[in-house]
């Protein structure tokens, strides 16, 4: 799973297309998200501070992730 750093600041999660901007790369798994939102990894991997708004975003998508890394309905 690939999140990204856009051209305006965002971090957006590349869901089908390829996106421009820098990215980092996250396992499909409850675990590894829980890690990377529960300390600055994303922040460091992305070399910038993610706003509430885009934490928010990102956790809402992990809520989606399942424990074995399938996407929940």
């Known amino acids: 799973m690939r999140i990204v750093r856009t051209a305006e600041g965002r ?8 996106l421009n901007g820098r990215g980092a790369y996250l396992h499909r798994q409850r675990a590894c998200w829980e890690q990377a939102l529960g300390g600055g990894t994303i922040g460091h991997a992305l070399r910038m501070s993610p ?10 998508y992990f809520e989606t992730i399942s424990a074995d890394g399938a996407e929940e309905a």
């Open 51 to 60: 706003d509430a708004d885009d934490l928010a975003g990102l956790q809402h």
């Open 11 to 18: 971090i957006v999660v590349e869901t089908r297309e390829r």
